[in-house]
């Protein structure tokens, strides 16, 4: 008996310990940033685009990075879910009875979506050099949009799996088509649609190695698919490389704008999922 309540007391210490060390992590991290960047904070950061020495010290903001980092990681997110939503539904409704191809596939895209995002950078950067691309918004979209694609496969294919068979069937006893069938499980999987945008704007709007190489960047704020965009990562790695200390705030002040819009996207996906959501808590 006393084994059995030093085994539980062990193991209880041990899930809390993790927790703090996870809870304690994010608050230094979110901590660090807000008390780093809040100083260098002000509405020129915002509003402004960097103007002639800004990376010496001098004014300017980082509208342009704010903008591409939202077009880049807005168009592969909105790209990337038009080519998934069909992937997972060809997956889970017209493979019933091929499951080694089926969990053959699923494995294949869990194997990408654990590749360094740079692989993805230097393959969408093959196909820019094949298809006569430079380093542009469009570059920097097909890139990201390779990256992203993994995410929102998977995480459909999952959602989609969580739907009772029944309901399938209810659609197929009635008449309907496989596709008209698949329609009916879209409407019930809107939730899990939200959740699978948030994870892929979230990775697409982080990630910088993948547009490293393939959307240039601009201290201007692109007007069309060919021309380079700067983004909030490249931003803050260039600006925290400084031996400026105005330079390197600025870097952190970035970097807090970007939690910040990952922050409200989050709350956006929680309001949304709740809003559609069938059964609410």
């Known amino acids: 008996m006393k084994k059995r309540k030093l085994?539980?007391?062990?193991f209880r210490s041990l899930m809390v310990l993790a927790t703090l060390v996870v809870g304690g992590s994010f608050f230094l991290i979110v901590g660090t940033i807000v008390y780093k960047g809040a100083p260098y904070m002000n509405l020129d950061m915002l509003t402004k685009t960097p103007?002639?020495?800004?990376?010496?010290?001098?004014?300017?903001?980082?509208?342009?990075?704010?903008?591409?980092?939202?077009?880049?990681?807005?168009?592969?997110?909105?790209?990337?879910?038009?080519?998934?939503?069909?992937?997972?539904?060809?997956?889970?409704?017209?493979?019933?009875?091929?499951?080694?191809?089926?969990?053959?596939?699923?494995?294949?895209?869990?194997?990408?979506?654990?590749?360094?995002?740079?692989?993805y950078g230097a393959f969408g950067f093959l196909i820019m050099v094949y298809f006569g691309i430079?380093?542009?918004?469009?570059?920097?979209?097909?890139?990201?949009?390779?990256l992203v694609i993994p995410v929102l496969?998977?995480?459909?294919?999952?959602?989609?799996?969580?739907?009772?068979?029944?309901?399938?069937?209810?659609?197929?006893?009635?008449?309907?088509t496989r596709?008209?069938?698949?329609?009916?499980?879209l409407r019930q999987i809107?939730?899990?649609?939200?959740?699978?945008?948030?994870?892929?704007?979230?990775?697409?709007?982080?990630?910088?190695?993948?547009?490293?190489?393939?959307?240039?960047?601009?201290?201007n704020i692109p007007t069309?698919?060919?021309?380079?965009a700067a983004t909030l990562p490249l931003a803050i790695f260039f600006q925290l490389g400084s031996a400026v200390d105005e330079v390197q705030g600025r870097g952190y002040a970035s970097a807090l704008i970007l939690t910040i819009i990952v922050l409200?996207?989050?709350?956006?996906?929680?309001v949304l999922t709740k809003k559609f959501s069938k059964y609410k808590i």
Do not use: C
Not at 154 to 167: C, M
Not at 191 to 212: E, H, K, M, N, W
Not at 264 to 270: E, G, P, Y
């Open 190 to 219: 809107r939730p899990g649609i939200y959740t699978a945008i948030l994870l892929s704007f979230g990775r697409a709007i982080g990630d910088v190695a993948s547009v490293l190489f393939t959307a240039g960047f601009s201290d």
């Open 224 to 228: 069309s698919l060919h021309q380079p």
């Open 153 to 176: 496969v998977r995480t459909l294919d999952e959602v989609i799996r969580t739907v009772p068979l029944e309901l399938r069937d209810a659609a197929l006893s009635l008449g309907a």
């Open 51 to 119: 103007g002639g020495g800004f990376y010496i010290g001098k004014e300017g903001g980082v509208l342009n990075a704010i903008i591409g980092s939202l077009y880049v990681a807005g168009g592969a997110t909105i790209l990337g879910l038009l080519i998934s939503i069909p992937v997972a539904i060809f997956i889970n409704m017209y493979m019933d009875g091929k499951r080694f191809l089926s969990n053959t596939l699923r494995m294949a895209y869990d194997v990408l979506f654990g590749i360094p995002s740079i692989v």
């Open 134 to 146: 430079r380093a542009s918004l469009l570059g920097g979209i097909i890139a990201v949009t390779l």
């Open 7 to 10: 085994e539980e007391l062990f």
């Open 179 to 185: 596709w008209e069938m698949a329609k009916v499980v």
């Open 264 to 270: 409200i996207i989050t709350v956006l996906a929680q």
